[in-house]
């Protein structure tokens, strides 16, 4: 059984940083992509970042370029979320998906993940 899961969630103030893990179990995702999505209240999940299975392909939502960076550890089978100048608008729960195949370039679209975490509250206070 595939399982992701998230820690490095909580509260923090605008301006503070927080590192989100993932750490998966059940399969290696060394050859495929893995990502965080976040989802606010009344919103859909979009993607946050996301690394290739070699972690030399990243993506990353405007919004987070700068202040965010993503890496992976396939030894470890986990994938890290640094988020540093957080603003209140990051305020979410954050998710980590992993992809089941091996593409070329780091999917955007929930629809191309496999395997989800149980999701992580980040909330950033002004």
């Known amino acids: 059984q595939v399982q992701l899961v998230e820690s490095g969630g909580g509260l923090v103030q605008a301006g503070g940083s927080l590192r989100l893990s993932c750490t998966a179990s059940g399969r290696t995702f060394s050859s495929s992509s893995m990502a965080w999505f976040r989802q606010a209240p009344g919103k859909g999940r979009d993607i946050v970042a996301g690394?290739?299975?070699?972690?030399?392909?990243?993506f990353f939502r405007a919004s987070a370029k700068g202040r965010f960076t993503i890496s992976r550890e396939n030894a470890k089978n986990t994938v890290y979320l640094q988020m540093s100048s957080l603003k209140p608008e990051d305020t979410a729960v954050y998710y980590c998906?992993?992809?089941?195949?091996?593409?070329?370039?780091?999917?955007?679209?929930?629809?191309?993940?496999?395997?989800w975490g149980q999701g992580t509250q980040v909330t950033v206070s002004s």
């Open positions: 690394i290739s299975g070699t972690g030399g392909s990243t």
């Open positions: 998906a992993a992809a089941s195949r091996y593409t070329s370039m780091v999917p955007v679209g929930h629809m191309s993940y496999d395997y």
